[in-house]
């Protein structure tokens, strides 16, 4: 078997101003890993461990139970035709209901489905050797048309409607969705004190379904001591040692915890009316339990990169010409951002179906290839740059 992978660039007026092909080398062990899963058939007992494209540790499995109307589930592996940008994909198991009158329902939960952008054919800004461990590209560009941010601001918030406060003596924060990609480089929180609590923790994780190991990306701490009292609270920052990126549509915890328990968060919460993961007035965050409803107040401060567009990514053009087979995957990148964006990395990701437990469907997407661009290319404002792969085999 082998691949090519080919770049056309094309400017305003459509005209081709660039186009080159390279041979592939670089499907990592991810690729593997699927293969091996979808052949060795290997049940949820006995789940294999990756790292998707977050860095975090996911458990995979082709579970596939027989028995009872919720238990017909439709698994993706390899996924890689997407919809363009925001355009949702269900990654994780899209089952049946478990009443025979409702069986053709589907309902789409946390962790089922991902941003199009997240699936199939990616660029990105790196020229970090390539190793068969790349897990993402080392510097993805996001979906899009914002210029960069190169200053840490203000990237998303939850600042108002706080009506209680939660103690940190065990560990509590937000299950957040980010809306768009960005580097976080600190997280302020609404915090008071009683007593002397020492050092408060806070921790940036992935991980969703009841059984995984959470991956931590980021911790920080601050002095709990110098905190106010008596309810006044402060927003107090925590700084991370280094910038953790956050993708769109991808499922994090920020949750902090102060042993002695003489810490409080400030929070909204409201048991009558839901305000969970999917509520209308702040759908990106939630209660890391699920359970109460709860709104976690937070500020994060970072960092993002120039935008380009993603458009849909297609899987087309098998044709089998004796001695050789070969088909497409090819994906077009718009730039409307206002300046010119380099490409130097290029890599395909793919969905795949996580370990059935915790929440219902859950899925992800894992990196199967990741080639340096080289020599790089530099895609004005308003140019066009289309990614082909050719995967082929010669019998």
Known sequence: MKTFLTL??????????????????????????????????????????????????????????????????????LLAASPGGKAQVVVGQAYQSTTADAVFVMDPQVGMVMPGELIGIQIGSSNAPVTPTDYRLAGRIPHGRRPPVSIPSRQDASLTDDNDQ????????????????????????PLYRSGSPGLVTLEVKTGIAANETYTVLGTATTDGNTLPTSGTYEWREFILPGPVTLLPGVPYYIWCRQAANYVYLRRHYLTSTPRGYFNLKRSRFGDTSGSDYVTTLIDLYGTSPREIEYGGCDISGLTATNPTAEFEIRRLFTNRSGGEITVREC????????????????????????????????????????MTYTPQITV
């Open 8 to 77: 056309t660039k094309t400017d305003k007026e459509g005209r081709i101003t660039e186009a080159r092909r390279q041979s592939v080398r670089s499907f990592t062990r991810n690729l593997m890993e699927l293969l091996y899963i979808a052949h060795a058939r290997i049940q949820s007992a006995a789940p294999r461990t990756v790292y998707d494209i977050t860095g975090g540790i996911r458990n995979i499995d082709v579970q596939s139970p027989s028995s009872g109307y919720g238990y017909r589930r439709l698994k993706p592996n």
């Open 166 to 189: 939660q103690s940190l003596g065990n560990w509590y924060g937000t299950f957040y969705y980010p809306r768009h990609q960005f580097e976080v480089t600190s997280i302020k929180l």
């Open 347 to 386: 890599g395909i990701y793919v969905a795949f179906p996580d370990t059935f437990s915790g929440f219902t469907g859950a899925g992800g997407a894992l990196c199967i290839c990741r080639d340096v661009i080289d020599p790089e290319v530099v895609v004005e404002d308003g140019e066009v740059l289309a």
